[in-house]
């Protein structure tokens, strides 16, 4: 008899995870809480695959030897614990799909800067000609690339919420870009837990491997001397120092490795922003220690394009420049956005606080920020936080709203900045269709 494998959850990892199952032979079955977009359903029944939507049979799910869940679904979810108590083991849809490649897997985690770094390693090794798939968080499904479409090499954007299921998955090339407070809720409100379940990028590692870090995050640093890493190490600053191996110096981007020696000129570089020097010196070390030629990581570097929702300019109207950031979903990606704003900055925030710290942003908040509308259902702690600091503040109860007070507000010169530091549940269907819909209101005006 066939071993039963259930997957909870039936997004693109978890179709991903059902159809690599069925394809190495498993009594696969798929149950999701909520309802299945009809592109997933049409692909499970393409490939014979049972499932239901908008409940979860016990019966099903507890005779499975083994259940794949989405990273969505959080550990302390009743099925969840249920399973746990029976001993049935539960592991992510990575997991699932290491067990079934050789390819060469380049992992990239991080609390901010990890979609643009994915992005712009995959850009420098596919345009250098090399076969590799984009997965993760981002691009299709990893488990759906290895029983369908295999690559040689995989770039992957890992989330804490994927490293915590993962056991003996291992990261060729990992890369940590930093580590600051988010998702919190998700940890009881612990930050060594959140630190934990990022370091598993690391686990199983051996000296043939290489950990990419940034060696400024003081978080980073202190959990590396202790942890002492078996990978060769590739940290990377904005200064040069001892064993640092990216860095800048005079106005140039320097990677050394054992790989050679790899130089460009800063002003060259298609992302701009100090946050952006970080993500550029990661994916460099990353493709010159997959032996990509010089004069191709320089021509990626220079003409990458950027990501989505991720400090995007949409428009410049009557003087003020739109941007959006709606991926800052945590504080700390704000924080970098107002940094690397030269004007002054309307700024639009709020959605659903993930236990944000504001005293973050404070400063850079008081230095640039000329008004704050507040953008959520419940925008108490904002209030609670801003209120009483000098700054004209605004509540907005949807897109349209906020876009318009930001219009009036705004002065020739200034920037409208859609920097959230929050979830966006509470009014959208996600980060992305904040950003679209905020799009679409500026280009409306």
């Not at 090399?130 to 997965?135: T, Y």
């Not at 936080?385 to 004209?392: A, N, R, S, V």
Request: glycine share 8%; charged share 25%.
């Amino acid at each position: 008899m066939k071993e039963r494998i259930v997957i909870l959850g039936a997004g693109e990892s978890g179709t991903g995870a059902a159809i690599l199952a069925k394809a190495k032979g498993f009594d696969v079955f798929v149950s999701d809480s909520s309802a299945i977009k009809p592109n997933y359903k049409e692909m499970l029944d393409g490939r014979g695959i049972r499932w239901e939507e908008g409940r979860h049979t016990e019966d099903e799910l507890f005779s499975a030897g083994e259940v794949i869940k989405s990273p969505g679904i959080p550990g302390k979810a009743p099925v969840i614990e249920e399973l746990v108590k029976r001993n049935i083991p539960v592991i992510s849809e990575i997991e699932f799909a290491g067990r079934y490649s050789d390819a060469t897997m380049i992992c990239i985690t991080g609390s901010n800067g990890k979609t643009t770094t994915t992005m712009l390693t995959y850009h420098i090794l596919k345009e250098a000609g090399l076969d590799v798939g984009l997965a993760g968080n981002v691009g299709s499904s990893l488990a759906l690339q290895v029983a369908e479409s295999p690559h040689a090499c995989y770039v992957v954007e890992l989330s804490s919420f994927q490293l915590d299921n993962m056991y003996r998955f291992k990261a060729d090339i990992a890369v940590l870009l930093n580590i600051t407070p988010d998702h919190l809720d998700r940890y009881d409100y612990s930050m060594q837990n959140y630190i934990d379940s990022k370091f598993r990028i690391i686990q199983n590692q051996t000296e043939k491997d290489a950990f990419i870090f940034w060696n400024n995050d003081p978080v980073i640093i202190r959990e590396v001397a202790e942890r002492k890493p078996v990978a060769t190490l590739y940290p990377f600053a904005l200064e040069p120092r001892d064993g640092v191996k990216g860095y800048v110096e005079k106005e140039r981007l320097v990677i050394d490795t054992k790989k050679g020696l790899f130089i460009m000129e800063q002003d060259l570089l298609a992302l701009t922003g100090t946050h952006n020097l970080y993500n550029s010196l990661a994916s460099g070390i990353t493709a010159k220690l997959m032996d990509i030629h010089d004069e191709n990581i320089r021509a990626s570097l220079s003409d990458f394009a950027g990501v989505e929702h991720r400090l995007e300019k949409v428009a410049r109207i009557r003087g003020v420049d739109y941007v959006n950031d709606s991926k800052a979903t945590n504080v700390n990606s704000c924080w970098y956005a107002l940094q690397s704003m030269t004007t002054k900055v309307v700024l639009i925030l709020g959605g659903i606080d993930k236990g944000n710290d504001y005293s973050e942003i404070e400063e850079l908040v008081k230095e640039k920020v000329s008004a704050l509308i507040f953008l959520g259902v419940d925008n108490t702690k904002l209030h609670a936080f801003f209120d009483g600091k000098g700054l004209k503040t605004e509540d907005a109860r949807s897109i349209q709203e906020a876009v318009g007070k930001a219009y009036r507000l705004a002065q020739k010169g200034d920037t409208v900045l859609l920097s959230p530091c929050c979830a966006s549940f509470d009014l959208f269907a996600s980060y992305e269709d904040r950003g679209r819909q905020f799009k679409n209101c500026v280009l409306n005006l």
